[in-house]
């Protein structure tokens, strides 16, 4: 039974800092490619980064590139995403994903960024 299980998510201000966890369980996770995505009101998914199953190799939206940091620990199941100098704009749920199943999605964490 696969779980993306995210959480870590809540209210920040403007240029706040989160860090967001998936714990992963029901396949092996070591061996496959990560990735986080995000759903704001209103809009459609986006990518906000990926890395590659051993973590050699990660890449990131333009949008939050230089503020934002995938990461993963293979032995604990579980990836991560530091995210500093939040904008208004960071406001959306937040999901991880595994590219063994494309159609499977956990219930996200909230992330809110407001004064």
């Known amino acids: 039974q696969v779980q993306l299980v995210e959480s870590g998510g809540g209210l920040v201000q403007p240029g706040g800092s989160l860090r967001l966890s998936c714990a992963a369980s029901?396949?092996?996770?070591?061996?496959?490619?990560m990735s986080w995505y995000r759903q704001a009101p209103g809009k459609s998914r986006e990518l906000v980064a990926f890395i590659t199953s051993t973590g050699a190799y990660r890449n990131y939206a333009d949008s939050v590139k230089g503020r934002v940091t995938i990461s993963r620990d293979n032995a604990k199941k579980t990836l991560y995403l530091q995210m500093n100098s939040l904008e208004p704009e960071d406001a959306a749920v937040y999901y991880c994903?595994?590219?063994?199943?494309?159609?499977?999605w956990g219930q996200g964490t909230q992330v809110t960024v407001s004064s």
């Open positions: 994903k595994t590219e063994l199943f494309p159609n499977y």
């Open positions: 029901g396949f092996g996770f070591s061996a496959y490619d």
